[in-house]
């Protein structure tokens, strides 16, 4: 399980820098750099980027606690909050994916299979 909440901690930060990569590539190291008193725009999908990133800082709460607490409860399900782990981590990599590209449908689909993730990493922690 450790390795998962690792896992998507660092799908985090790489989340992070891509959506700040639009910007880069648009407003230019020297504008980046700067203190930004405005907020610079990354254009159609450094938008979709940022927004997904948004959607990622609003789900990991629900990621993270149960996750943790099923290394912390005795008698939690660790097989099941593995394969939670894994499916909101793998779904998540798609939900970006989908999300950049602008392909709605999917985009939502993998949304349901890391919420579903959820789900299971709580339902594994009634053993």
Do not use: C
């Amino acid at each position: 399980m450790v390795t998962w909440i690792v896992l998507v901690l660092i799908l985090y930060f790489v989340q992070i820098y891509f959506a700040g990569y639009f910007v880069l590539a648009k407003e230019g190291l020297v504008a980046h750099a700067g203190p930004r008193d405005t907020i610079p725009s990354g254009g159609l999908y450094g938008g979709r980027a940022e927004r997904a990133l948004v959607n990622m800082k609003e789900n990991l709460p629900f990621f993270f606690v149960p996750a943790v607490l099923a290394l912390v409860l005795t008698g939690a399900d660790m097989q099941l909050a593995v394969i939670g782990a894994q499916m909101f981590f793998f779904a998540r990599i798609a939900y970006v994916a989908f999300y950049v590209a602008g392909v709605p449908w999917l985009r939502s689909a993998a949304y349901s299979v890391a919420l579903l993730g959820n789900i299971l990493t709580v339902w594994a922690l009634w053993g």
